[in-house]
């Protein structure tokens, strides 16, 4: 269950309320001026049937006040859109992440910041999978999509020794160029190997989109790719990248509800600022797609203002 125009509900019920507030502070007023002398009034109040009439309306004029709050709250909420998510959507909050790593030369660093992440989230995850590709003129698996946690720690290990040590091998294509993002993307999509099942798909995409070559993806394309499956790109660049580089990235992550990391390469709260990011914009992205997935529940609301509106009709017939 979701508000999705909370703020739409709270007018709504502060409307209400000053509504509600300046009746009553004018139903004061009237009363008062329209009061009469009568003589021995304490004895009729002092009347048993008097204080049972009292009691009476009391009970009755409370009645009405929160039948009307009843109601109130029910048109609020009815105005908030309480939206209901299916249980696809539902599903999202278990995570597929593709490491997908641009392994030339000069991204190493910014690589190996994102690695240590993972290394470091590990231990906190449950449900996710994890998969990991290196990327240069070709793209490698360094391991497939699993949930098998000491598999993982022992991947990104040997990867981090790998990018540290040098060309990553299989990577490097001369003929056809280096840090060609678009196929690396490509591929790091096509490892989502469960399209029938309602995962939230993230790809963690280190690159400063410095392409050179020819590749077979444009980043666009590639994003396109990342569209049709519903996956999430979050990118992560070095500090002081290309700013028209940078602004190409951003743009096309933007169409996955993600976005783009500037990070100074080796920095050591890289770690938390990382994982951070990534996950506020998975939470955005999957907010997102669960509106796809929503539906408007009038039910709730609409039963509070009906039964709000018949107890404040029945309070005020029988006081």
Request: negative net charge; contains cysteine; proline residues 3%.
């Amino acid at each position: 269950m979701a508000l999705i125009q909370w703020w739409v509900g709270a007018l709504v019920l502060m409307l209400g309320m000053a509504v509600g507030l300046a009746a009553w502070w004018w139903h004061r007023l009237r009363r008062r001026g329209d009061g009469v002398a009568v003589a021995g009034l304490e004895r009729v109040r002092a009347l048993p049937a008097f204080r049972a009439l009292v009691r009476r309306e009391v009970r009755a004029r409370r009645l009405e006040v929160l039948s009307l709050v009843l109601a109130l709250a029910g048109a609020a909420l009815m105005a908030a859109r309480l939206v209901g998510v299916s249980d696809e959507s539902e599903q999202m909050r278990t995570r597929d992440v593709v490491l997908c790593m641009d392994v030339s030369g000069s991204m190493a660093p910014v690589v190996t910041d994102v690695l240590d992440t993972y290394l470091s989230l590990v231990a906190e995850l449950s449900e996710e999978r994890i998969g990991f590709v290196m990327f240069d003129g070709n793209a490698v698996t360094g391991f497939p999509l699993t949930d098998d946690y000491d598999f993982v720690v022992r991947g990104l290990r040997d990867a981090r020794v790998a990018v540290e040590a040098g060309p990553v091998p299989g990577t490097e294509a001369p003929r056809s160029g280096s840090s060609l993002v678009g196929d690396g993307l490509a591929s790091c999509v096509q490892h989502f190997d469960r399209p029938e099942d309602q995962r939230a798909r993230t790809v963690v995409l280190a690159t400063d989109n410095l392409v050179s070559g020819d590749a077979i993806y444009t980043l666009a394309q590639a994003t396109e790719l990342a569209v049709q499956s519903e996956a999430m790109v979050f990118g992560v660049v070095p500090d002081h990248n290309r700013a028209e580089a940078t602004a190409e990235l951003r743009s096309q992550t933007r169409r996955t509800h993600g976005d783009v990391l500037a990070v100074d390469a080796g920095d050591d709260a890289n770690t938390v600022v990382i994982a951070r990011a990534v996950e506020r914009q998975e939470k955005k992205a999957i907010l997102a797609a669960a509106r796809d997935h929503s539906f408007d529940r009038v039910e709730p609301g609409g039963l509070m203002l009906v039964v709000g509106l018949l107890g404040a009709w029945t309070s005020r017939r029988r006081g």
